[in-house]
């Protein structure tokens, strides 16, 4: 069964009210099956000269240099707690990304359903090391910007450790937003024929406009879709830009619901759905038919 996982990440601007009216939406409203965030340990992922640099983009900063700009964004262990918690009276799973080590200590001792890898630290296998052997759950893992053979290292990591069952392995393109010509679907299908029998399942986490690219990547193999979220995509941010808003999520629940619903063999020759219109209109040599 396909999963939507909306992505909140950091759309939230730091503030925990606006997280849970997030997670409230795209469980109720949108019926995703997932609401995922970030959590990034910044003084361990920024050497101090980034940390001090300021935002590239001022425009979009929270804080005066971009360590500052990243803290405003964080939310506490205790509150990835309380955000897990409500996740859970919603209905819905909650998972978060971790972007370095002590992140990963510290939400896998929440114990979610599972944890993701961004493509940004797939590489980082002292991080992924830590997980295989002290967390039980699933291990999503994003391939943007890494080789084929960055990701085949990556599926051996795993099968070396004999947790290649617990593997997620998705498609993406990393870029806010991604053209169409940029989304290369057919990495779903690549990545299923190549690893469809080394890993639990294969996703596709988009970056792109519209929905119709997702509904065609749940045809070509993935389990799993991931989506940016936000309440309005003109908000302050990055990833708003590339994000759904709520109707925009609302319409992929239900369109790859739908989809998937359709994507069968015939049960037999003629469907009972067939069977008055085949009496009525079907020609056959010796009957007439009467339509």
């Not at 983009?57 to 707690?81: C, K, M, V, W």
């Not at 986490?205 to 749940?218: C, F, M, P, R, V």
Request: hydrophobic share 35%.
């Amino acid at each position: 069964m396909v999963r939507v996982i909306a992505e909140i990440g950091c759309n939230h601007m730091g503030k925990l009210d606006i997280a849970k009216r997030m997670i409230s939406v795209a469980a109720d409203e949108c019926k995703a099956d997932v609401a995922k965030f970030q959590k990034r340990n910044n003084r361990e992922l920024l050497t101090p000269k980034q940390y001090g640099e300021p935002h590239p983009n001022p425009a979009n900063a929270y804080g005066d240099s971009y360590g500052a700009h990243r803290e405003a964004l964080e939310f506490t262990i205790e509150q990835h707690a309380e955000l897990k918690a409500f996740c859970e009276e919603r209905g819905v799973v909650y998972a978060t990304s971790v972007w370095d080590l002590t992140s990963a200590r510290e939400i896998a001792a929440l114990d979610p359903h599972f944890i993701k890898v961004p493509s940004a630290t797939n590489l980082n296998f002292e991080l992924q090391g830590w997980l295989c052997e002290n967390y039980s759950g699933e291990i999503h893992v994003s391939t943007g910007m890494t080789t084929r053979d960055e990701i085949e290292s990556i599926v051996s990591f795993y099968e070396e450790r004999d947790r290649e069952d617990d593997l997620v392995l998705y498609s993406c393109t990393s870029g806010y937003p991604v053209a169409f010509e940029d989304l290369c679907l057919k990495e779903v299908s690549r990545l299923k024929e190549a690893y469809g029998g080394r890993v639990k399942q294969i996703g596709f986490s988009g970056h792109h406009l519209g929905i119709a690219a997702d509904i065609a990547a749940l045809t070509l193999g993935a389990a799993w879709i991931e989506r940016h979220f936000t309440l309005d995509r003109t908000w302050k941010g990055t990833d708003h830009a590339a994000s759904l808003e709520p109707d925009g999520l609302r319409r992929l629940s239900r369109d790859l619901r739908n989809v998937e619903t359709a994507l069968s063999y015939k049960r037999k020759d003629v469907l009972d759905v067939e069977d008055e219109q085949r009496k009525k209109l079907k020609w056959q040599p010796g009957l007439r038919a009467v339509g």
